[in-house]
């Protein structure tokens, strides 16, 4: 066993669980500021970089939304929702463009799904490719709840659009996945109850 393993079996495994149950996801409206410091983020970050990757392919990245250019993101959400209802409300396009602003830290999860030429003879399906962009993810929240920080995934349909395709350059081969939004817990939410393992586990 390595040094790691001893590490691991040696004692740490009890606060390893309360971490992993503890993690809650916090919506973007319930956080508020400061967002991590740099020392903070470059833990997040580092983080995602522990997450299995078949053949090494480091088939996703993140983009940070700075608060200087949440207007632009802001803009694209209004494009997006006028690309899917020409006919929307004011107050509908005031909505969408509020998610721009909520989080004090933002990124947006890019997951490279194919390739145009793949090098070998059994390229890494997109299902694989999508899993290690969410262990990244997930191994960024429990960092961040290590940190006392609150995090939440948000997605929706404006991750297909054209605006927002076009703001972040994404390829052909590139899928907006959802925004990772982080930073201190402005009001907590009630505890859910977790699934019970018998929800999801099974015997062949």
Do not use: Y
């Not at 470059?42 to 949440?70: F, M, N, T, Y």
């Amino acid at each position: 066993m390595d040094a790691v393993g001893q590490e691991v079996s040696g004692g740490p495994i009890p606060q390893i669980e309360a971490l992993i149950h503890a993690r809650r996801t916090t919506l973007p409206k319930r956080l508020q500021g400061p967002g991590p410091d740099s020392a903070q983020k470059e833990r997040i970050l580092s983080a995602a970089s522990a997450a299995p990757d078949h053949q090494q392919l480091l088939p996703w990245r993140l983009v940070e939304v700075p608060q200087g250019k949440r207007e632009l993101l802001a803009q694209a959400f209004a494009q997006a929702l006028l690309e899917r209802d020409p006919l929307a409300q004011k107050e509908e396009i005031k909505q969408a463009r509020e998610k721009a602003f909520r989080a004090p830290w933002l990124l947006l999860a890019i997951c490279r799904t194919h390739d145009l030429a793949e090098s070998t003879e059994n390229p890494v399906p997109a299902s694989e490719r999508l899993v290690s962009l969410g262990c990244a993810l997930q191994n960024m929240m429990l960092i961040c709840s290590a940190l006392g920080l609150g995090s939440g995934l948000t997605s929706g349909k404006a991750m297909r659009s054209r605006a927002l395709r076009a703001l972040f350059g994404l390829s052909d081969q590139e899928e907006a996945v959802c925004c990772l939004n982080i930073g201190h817990i402005r009001a907590p939410r009630e505890n859910r109850e977790r699934p019970s393992t018998e929800a999801f586990f099974s015997s062949l």
